[in-house]
């Protein structure tokens, strides 16, 4: 443990060395582990990330201690994946969390998160969802691989909380999506809702098989999606199409014989990068918090209110692109959530004032 913090103190002097906004992550998992381990430093034109996995909430207060006040940014995990462990180090805020409750013994109720929006008071925090990143990593990792979705046909090997996500993301697409689980009774109900949520007029479909071979079989692409369980085998590989991909999304999916088998027969095996996708949501979520800051709501100028970021407006609002310092004016809020088509004198009126006041 000792060996972890240290090695994260060292990843944090690293990125206050860098002249950009600095992120640290904070996840977990459902596949546990003994050991907490750090994820690379990651560098874009904006920012430096680096992060932790850990598997309990006995660390997570000496982390907090490293890092709050260090890095500009905290992303953490709010996926309820582990238990809630009240451990020594979280003795001092248990009755925050739980004297809320009014519940006789403990409840779950939002692991790290819950508890780090509690207590980092100086870096900026946020919440952020591994998982939906790595869906989404995945999907434009195929689209722009394969050029376009329709009509292939892709299995998926685990149709758990990531597995059903991406298969309803690739069959609205137009993907026929072949799912297997070692549930049967889940499988077949995972299918089933899936099918009622995708859009009614898109034709292809998901289908639930048991047997593995059927769902496997000349597939375009063969995706790895199960809790660390190594399921695909030379068997699975060769019923798949020639050319076809295999993405190794669960990590450890495949049998050591099958990555073997595919690397001699030049099968393109890929595990998932979800480095763009994780650096677009970091960028998503700074941009929405100075949205809310800066953009977002109404502002009452005296002479007229001003409205921006989203926020629904008044009839006679004024629409702009920053009620903090605005720069443009969108148009009148109708009051109905669209814009008024034709203006009025008055309206014509306090928008020349607005705009002259803008230009000072």
């Known amino acids: ?18 002249n950009i906004k600095s992120v640290f992550t904070i996840a977990t998992t459902s596949k546990q582990e003994t050991e907490p381990y750090l994820t690379p430093i990651r560098k874009s034109d904006f920012f430096i990330v680096c992060g932790c996995v850990i598997f309990n909430q006995s660390i997570l207060m000496k982390i907090i201690e490293i890092i709050d006040g260090v890095v500009d940014c905290v992303f953490v995990d709010s996926e309820k994946k582990i238990p809630l ?118 034709v292809s479909g998901i289908s639930f098989h048991e047997n593995i ?22 068997d699975l590989i060769k019923s798949i199409k020639k050319g076809a991909l295999i993405v190794d999304l669960g990590k450890n999916t495949l049998t050591k014989e099958a990555i073997e088998y595919a690397l001699n027969h030049n099968i393109e095996i890929y595990r998932t990068d979800v480095t763009s996708a994780f650096e677009g949501f970091i960028y998503e979520a700074i941009k929405m918090d100075e949205i809310l800051n800066n953009f977002y709501g109404k502002r009452d100028l005296g002479y007229c209110t001003i409205v921006g970021g989203g926020y629904f407006g008044a009839n006679g609002d004024i629409v702009v692109d920053n009620i903090s310092n605005p720069k443009r004016v969108f148009g009148i809020a109708a009051g109905d959530g669209t814009m008024k088509k034709n203006i009025t004198n008055e309206d014509e009126k306090r928008i020349n004032k607005l705009k002259k006041e803008m230009t000072q």
């Open 85 to 202: 462990r009240i451990h020594e180090e979280l003795n001092n805020i248990k009755d925050e969390i739980y004297n809320q409750a009014n519940t006789c013994g403990l409840i779950e109720t939002g692991n790290l998160s819950k508890i780090c929006f509690q207590k980092i008071k100086k870096s900026k925090i946020f919440e952020y969802k591994p998982n939906d990143i790595t869906v989404n990593a995945t999907w434009s990792f195929l689209s722009q691989r394969l050029h376009f979705l329709s009509g292939k046909k892709i299995s998926i090997l685990g149709a758990g909380n990531i597995g059903s996500k991406l298969a309803l993301k690739l069959v609205e697409c137009g993907c026929n999506i072949n799912i297997h689980r070692q549930n049967s009774y889940k499988g077949y109900s995972i299918a089933q809702g899936l099918n009622f949520i995708k859009p009614e007029n898109t």
């Open 1 to 18: 443990m000792n060996n972890f913090l240290n090695q994260l103190k060292q990843n944090i002097e690293a990125m206050k060395n860098e």
């Open 213 to 234: 071979l059927q769902t496997t079989f000349m597939s375009d692409v063969l995706i790895g999606a199960t809790n660390g369980v190594s399921l695909i085998d030379i």
